[in-house]
Each structure stands twice: as structure tokens, then as C-alpha cells.
């Protein structure tokens, strides 16, 4: 038993020796700040699937916890950075040259702005991720290297192709694939899109039961919807219906990340 902290004033206690019905899994929507967390976990038993979310003020501490709790994580943020990114900003630091792939054509741009496993995904479903070192998700990004640093301390693999206990994910990917809205849901003035969205999710996927307040919440929080949408990914890498990547990518996966995007049908996962 350990405390990780504490969350609206209440100490975080996580027993790592529990005995529970069903695999869970876990879907983080993750920001730069707590107040746009969001998580969902999901636990999978007799060919059901039992959905809840929580998307209040969620510390690192708090979702260290949960992360703990459960078999897989679907992480809605890039684990890594561009290698000539980082390589460049390091040599740049040390007063030394920047590279040539910084010229003004956009296969130059991308070289720095994009990793491998965005360049795959974009391939593999026609969108482009956003860019980890040149959009604003970048300093979502720092916050999720610390959520992988504290959860390491506790003995936990971190595989960034995502083999480990969390796995990066890209709802907007996924929803493609499935065949639901993968834009234009977000925001206020879309509550009603993304309400649309929920229902068909729901539709695809009769097995999904969404307990407590999780269905009125994900009508009206594109959060807590994108980290349910995490949290059915996680559970398609678990069942390995995710595109991994080629032999020859796997070095670069393994500093900068693998997006996980499942290759099957909702109502699939449940089996």
C-alpha cells in the first residue's frame, strides 16, 4: 500500500495487491492543466463493457493512482519528441549548427516537426497528428513525461511503443477508422455534434454501458469523451489490434513514441 498524495484533500491510497472481476482499462485525455483532465475506465467482464469517467481537477498524483489500478492506459498525448528535433534544439544549445533540414521546403519542416509514428498515421488513416514540438501539446507533453518518470519510480515498465502498462493513443485516428465524427465535436458550440457522436458510438457497440453520470457527462465534455474513446483503444492494443510498427522503425519508436490506432470494429473489443 502506498500514498501518492492527496486529491480534494483526501490522502491517495493505492493497494497494488488487489483482487477484482474483469481486465480494466484506463483512458486519459490529457492537458496541460488538471481542470481539463479527463479519464475514463472502462472494465471489461462477461462479454460487457462497464465505462465510468471523472474529469475533476485530476492531479498527476490522482492519475498516477488510477493508472496503477488497472491492466492497460491509453494516453491521448505523445510520449516522446522528433529525434532531429531534439537533436537539433541539443546542438543548438551547445553553440553548434543547426541542421540543414531546417530550409523552407515542408518536407524540411516536417523532418523537425513530425515523428515517424505520425508520418504512419497520417498514412494509415489520411490526418495529421499535431506536431509534439512545434504545437501547443507540447507542454501537455512535459506534464505526461512526469506522469511516466513518477509511475517508473513505482517499478512500472515504461515501453514507449507501448508493450509496458500505457500505450499512446490518438482518438481522433480511431474515430475515423470506426467511422464516426473525428472533427468538428469539439467545443461548446458542438455539445449537440458531440452528443450525435456519443449515440453512435453507442450504436456500433451495444455491449458499452455507461455507469454513474458517464453518459451525461460525455455528451457535454469532449474530454471525458476523448478519454473514453483512450480508453477502448487501450483495450484494442491489448488485444494486439493496433497497427505496431515495421522493423525498421522500431528504434525510433522506442525515443519517440508509438501512436496506437485500433484496426478493428467497436463491437469487437468486447470479446
Not at 475514463?40 to 498524483?61: H, K, M
Not at 483512450?230 to 528504434?251: C, F, N, Y
Request: proline share 6%; glycine share 8%; aromatic share 6%.
Amino acid at each position: 500500500m502506498i500514498v501518492l498524495g492527496e486529491h480534494e484533500g483526501r490522502p491517495i491510497v493505492v493497494d497494488l495487491v488487489t483482487t477484482r472481476n474483469g481486465v480494466r482499462t484506463l483512458g486519459i485525455d490529457l492537458a496541460a492543466a488538471p481542470d481539463r483532465t479527463a479519464i475514463c475506465t472502462i472494465t471489461w467482464a462477461d462479454g460487457r463493457a462497464y465505462a465510468e469517467v471523472d474529469n475533476d481537477a485530476l492531479s498527476n498524483a490522482y492519475l498516477v493512482s488510477q493508472m496503477l489500478k488497472v491492466d492497460k492506459v491509453g494516453i491521448d498525448c505523445p510520449v516522446g519528441w522528433p529525434i532531429p528535433f531534439v537533436d537539433a534544439v541539443w546542438s543548438q544549445s551547445h553553440f553548434g549548427p543547426w541542421p540543414p533540414t531546417s530550409g523552407s521546403s515542408k518536407a524540411d519542416r516536417r523532418a523537425l516537426a513530425f515523428r515517424r509514428t505520425d508520418v504512419v498515421a497520417h498514412n494509415f488513416v489520411g490526418i495529421w497528428p499535431l506536431s509534439v514540438s512545434t504545437d501547443r501539446i507540447g507542454i501537455t507533453a512535459m506534464r505526461c513525461a512526469a506522469l511516466l518518470d513518477a509511475l517508473a519510480k513505482y517499478g512500472i515498465e515504461i515501453d514507449r511503443v507501448g508493450s509496458g502498462l500505457v500505450a499512446e493513443v490518438y482518438p481522433a485516428a480511431s474515430l475515423k477508422r470506426w467511422q464516426l465524427l473525428y472533427r468538428a465535436y469539439k467545443g461548446r458550440a458542438r455539445v449537440p455534434a458531440l452528443g450525435a457522436n456519443l449515440d453512435l458510438l453507442l450504436g456500433k457497440m451495444p455491449s458499452l454501458e455507461l455507469v454513474a453520470n458517464t453518459d451525461e457527462v460525455c455528451r457535454t465534455s469532449d474530454d471525458a469523451f476523448d478519454a473514453l474513446v483512450s480508453a477502448l483503444i487501450a483495450r484494442a492494443v491489448m488485444q494486439g489490434k493496433t497497427p505496431l510498427p515495421e522493423p525498421e522503425d522500431v528504434p525510433l519508436a522506442a525515443r519517440e513514441g508509438w501512436i496506437h490506432i485500433a484496426d478493428c470494429e467497436l463491437d469487437e473489443l468486447s470479446g
